[in-house]
């Protein structure tokens, strides 16, 4: 069965440091992969995607990047963190079509 | 750009009661429109969804009313429970499989 793993859960981090979130998918191949970002009471934003490996296409422009350098590992980063930084970081993995999309438990960022 | 809006922001349901969930969406290129649930500290999970060419769909308490002349459809939970409590995000997915997601209602059933 797939599976989906995400860590850590939460972080705390100063502002100005660096970030990696590091998401990973078990049980199959050539997925779909994603981050989305969720501020306190609001909805899913999503920050990045990739249909392959080195293949990134971006949402919204902002002080993050996401790589991915195998085919089930999709990383979130950031060279120095913002206080807006701060929320709720989930990624999400579906095959071809999104109609079933999965996501991670996701990860909890305090920027202070 | 919001492209699905959805309503109520919150909702408080009493234990057995109808709890419903509107979403409206503008573009008609839409075609498929799932329903996510999300408990508190956890991700998002897909619950039920409907294609445009079928008015409602039903599985267990949950059923899912769509209405494609007015571009709205609704998530209807039947006899709700305090298990229930979470937040639901209506979703809408292009043809090209662009998802937009709506803000999300937090529902909350007393017991």
């Known amino acids: 069965s797939q599976t989906i793993h995400q860590w850590p859960a939460t972080l705390v981090q100063p502002v100005g440091s660096p970030l990696s979130l590091e998401c990973t998918v078990e049980?199959?191949?050539?997925?779909?992969l994603y981050w989305y970002r969720q501020a306190a009471g609001r909805g899913l934003q999503l920050l990045f995607y990739s249909v392959g490996i080195g293949q990134i296409s971006s949402e919204v422009p902002q002080n993050l990047s996401a790589s991915r350098p195998q085919d089930r590992q999709f990383i979130l980063s950031s060279k120095k963190l913002l206080l807006s930084d701060s929320g709720f970081y989930l990624c999400?993995?579906?095959?071809?079509?999104?109609?079933?999309?999965?996501f991670g438990a996701g990860t909890r960022l305090s920027v202070l | 750009q919001q492209q699905v809006k959805q309503s109520p922001q919150s909702l408080i349901v009493q234990k057995g009661g109808i709890s419903i969930i509107n979403c409206a969406y503008e573009n008609t290129a839409f075609d498929y429109f799932p329903w996510y649930q999300q408990f508190p500290g956890k991700g998002p999970a897909l619950l039920i969804a409907i294609r445009p060419d079928v008015s409602e769909k039903k599985e267990g308490r949950f059923t899912i009313s769509f209405n494609k002349s007015a571009k709205q459809f609704s998530l209807h939970i039947m006899d709700s429970q305090p298990g229930d409590s979470a937040t639901y995000f209506c979703a809408a997915i292009y043809e090209n499989n662009d998802m937009r997601f709506g803000a999300g209602t937090r529902l909350t059933v007393k017991p």
């Open positions: 999400a993995w579906s095959v071809l079509s999104r109609e079933r999309e999965y």
């Open positions: 049980g199959t191949s050539n997925p779909n």
